[in-house]
């Protein structure tokens, strides 16, 4: 049978192709050590799942209104204004089944066919996918890696076209781990209001920020910014709730009202007993979260110094999320490969460790590793590359 043309328009993921060979390897009885992973390697708190099981056991397990619970748009209303002091009423909040699918609905009620995006590259994997599935195009803008793998005001203006709908800001960033400051935002942000272009601020990362950099919501600089933005966020990565399914979006009422009745026709609801964790998630202990925080800058200030002592790695230091985005072009020259991919093949095929190959993240020359894993097994995995990088080297 014929599938969609949608569907034959996606590009096959290179995260699942690199996990379905290490985990072949791992059945085989290999020691595979991977590095792929996009979430964090810690339990979720105990109170949140205390607060699930209480409402499982106080009956909470039917559906929810499509949008969220009430009570669960209340306090992630009172986050924002604790957080960035910004405003949002219920009305200009959806609750969707993890951030992804808040993007999905979010590209689905925007984008008419032909509409451009601008995501800057390197980008996290699902945005280009999820605006070709809406029938958009993505126009990639590339952020150049002696400026953090930010993009420029002038690189973006130059970016603009008629059919530009909208940018994608994802700060801190997956891969590179790359923070945009107050001032680049709001130069970014000029020229969006200048062209009528929607801020997408993918901001799941906020809470993972080392080094005493500050996170800053490009919606917290202006009225005016505020009304162009619709900013996507979740409890996964903040409180170690991945598989719980709990994002959010938050921004104009009209697209947020859209977005809730797309959700009524597809998920109905987010998962109710998570939804009563996510609300545990954003009560008065913050501790966890802070704790988890202080463990990951631990591990990235111990393996990135190990990690550019590797021969033809370079590594911008990355300011937040869990991840380390080295360029390898110069590795991969030293060892004969014709390019990244077929590198990180024979890396995990012969020294058994597992990268993600910036291609999928548009951005070749690189890999990422994720750092969410424990000290011990990164710090091994850093062994094993420069015992391949000396074996192989010519």
């Known amino acids: 049978m014929e599938l969609a043309n949608r569907v034959k328009a996606l590009t096959p993921s290179t995260t699942l192709a690199i996990t379905a060979k290490a985990n072949a390897l791992k059945a085989e009885g290999h020691n595979v050590i991977g590095l792929g992973a996009g979430e964090p390697d810690f339990n979720t708190p105990e109170h949140i799942i205390e607060a699930a099981y209480r409402a499982m056991k106080e009956g909470h397990t039917k559906y929810t209104a499509s949008g969220g619970l009430p009570a669960l748009k209340k306090v992630i209303a009172e986050k924002f204004k604790k957080d960035q002091n910004l405003d949002y009423s219920p009305q200009e909040i959806v609750v969707g089944t993890g951030a992804k699918q808040s993007l999905y609905s979010l590209f689905q009620v925007l984008l008419n066919d032909g509409d451009e995006v601008i995501i800057p590259t390197p980008y996290w994997v699902s945005y280009p996918e999820q605006v070709k599935l809406a029938g958009g195009v993505p126009v990639y803008v590339e952020g150049k890696e002696d400026n953090a793998f930010k993009i420029t005001p002038s690189q973006l203006e130059e970016a603009v076209t008629g059919k530009t709908k909208a940018i994608v800001i994802n700060s801190p960033s997956n891969p590179t781990g790359s923070l945009y400051n107050e001032e680049e935002l709001r130069q970014i942000g000029e020229v969006c209001l200048k062209h009528n272009i929607l801020i997408i601020s993918d901001e ?9 950099a500050q996170h800053t919501s490009i919606a917290q600089l202006s009225p005016e910014l505020k009304e162009q933005t619709i900013i996507i966020n979740g409890v996964s990565k903040s409180h170690s709730m991945t598989g719980w399914r709990i994002g959010y979006a938050a921004g104009n009422s009209t697209i947020i009202k859209a977005m809730t009745n797309l959700d009524s026709h597809s998920t109905s609801n987010p998962t109710t007993i998570s939804q009563y964790g996510a609300i545990a998630a954003y009560g008065e202990s913050q501790k966890p979260v ?34 380390l985005f080295p360029n390898v072009k110069e590795a991969v020259r030293m060892t004969g490969f014709d390019s990244v991919d077929e590198w990180v093949a024979a890396l995990l095929e012969e020294e058994k460790v597992a990268l993600v190959p910036g291609s999928g993240f548009g951005s070749p020359d690189n890999v990422r590793l994720s750092y969410a894993t424990s000290l011990e097994k990164f710090e091994e995995a850093l062994e094993r590359i420069a015992r391949f990088m000396k074996k192989k080297s010519k």
């Open 204 to 212: 799941i990362y906020e809470k993972l920020i080392y080094g005493g």
């Open 290 to 323: 802070e704790e988890m925080r202080k463990a990951f800058e631990s591990r990235l200030n111990t393996v990135y110094e190990k990690l550019i002592q590797i021969p033809g790695f370079s590594c911008v230091t990355p300011k937040g999320a869990f991840y």
